[in-house]
């Protein structure tokens, strides 16, 4: 094969209580990427489109996730990669770590797997790194694994997956407004109370059991953050009232999807997501904030050959 065409999905990161460790993948929103094998060695970014995006393979996450890969595997050979961006960078739904991932995971299928996807989100975290100046893997590991994942360890880096009840829906409103992850990184404690600390872990173990046993109340009962979304909520226009009317119209939770601006919410059935999408969809209907949602079911394979 010297030439391949992936689609590299969304993800939603932190999952109310489970920040920098919990992540899941989206279905219904992704970039695509065509990666081809070169005679010259290295790695050229030749196709941008949708953002303006730096082609600079040293500037560009894309680029040093794959330059990573390339520096350990030592191919014969070089590649040329094409982005076709269509989330949006700073949306909050891992746009950066859909463009890493996509070309590790797109350039290890040219090369015949010699890397297992532990290995993959490794070198797609040395992009990633780039873009939010810290090392997390939280939105690559659901792109690469697919479904629910849980980053048990950076050093050693340890990916656990997770089952997704069958009938799990999630709702994604992203108000068109850009927020940093590196800045909404910077506004966080440094110390957290032991109290809340107690709270938030035994959030983090319930979630993981709800998820190995379809407890859609113990799921509802579980996605509460009192840790991180307290200090976040602030840059997001309207969250309280997201979320407020999202539960009334039946999500299992709402919260922040990764740093903002975009949010989340789970549902039990599509039916029940759609209306959550439309009680969204309503707040915003009286400001000067466009924005976009999505509805999709969990995407339990993550990247998929197009």
Not at 113 to 135: C, I, V, W
Not at 253 to 268: D, E, N, Q, Y
Request: glycine content about 8%.
């Amino acid at each position: 094969m010297e030439e391949i065409k992936i689609f590299s999905p969304a993800t939603v990161a932190n999952v109310a209580c489970g920040f920098d460790v919990l992540g899941f993948c989206l279905d219904t929103i992704g970039d695509h990427m065509v990666v081809r094998k070169t005679l010259e060695k290295g790695i050229k970014i030749t196709e941008i489109e949708g953002f303006d995006l730096p082609f600079e393979a040293t500037e560009n996450v894309a680029g040093v996730s794959a330059l990573a890969l390339i520096e350990d595997a030592k191919p014969n050979c070089g590649f040329e990669i094409e982005i076709y961006k269509n989330i949006k960078p700073g949306s909050g739904i891992g746009s950066s770590s859909a463009s890493a991932s996509g070309s590790v995971f797109a350039i290890n299928e040219l090369l015949g797997k010699p890397y297992n996807k532990t290995q993959l989100t490794y070198f797609a975290m040395q992009g990633e790194k780039m873009a939010s100046q810290s090392e997390h893997a939280d939105n690559l590991a659901p792109g690469i694994f697919g479904g629910f994942t849980l980053v048990k360890s950076i050093n050693p880096l340890e990916i656990l997956e997770l089952p997704t009840p069958k009938d799990l829906y999630a709702v994604i409103v992203h108000p068109q407004i850009e927020i940093k992850t590196s800045e909404a990184r910077a506004m966080l404690p440094n110390n957290v109370p032991l109290i809340d600390a107690i709270i938030q872990w035994a959030n983090v173990g319930s979630f993981v059991h709800a998820l190995h046993t379809s407890n859609y109340g113990l799921i509802q009962r579980s996605l509460q953050d009192i840790v991180i979304e307290p200090y976040r909520k602030r840059l997001i226009p309207h969250f309280s009232q997201v979320k407020s009317e999202s539960m009334k119209a039946g999500a299992l939770g709402c919260a922040i999807s990764g740093s903002g601006p975009s949010m989340f919410a789970l549902s039990h059935g599509l039916e029940n997501a759609k209306k959550i999408e439309l009680a969204m969809k309503k707040v915003y209907s009286n400001t000067q904030i466009d924005l976009e949602t999505y509805v999709s079911k969990i995407n339990t394979k993550g990247i998929k050959i197009l």
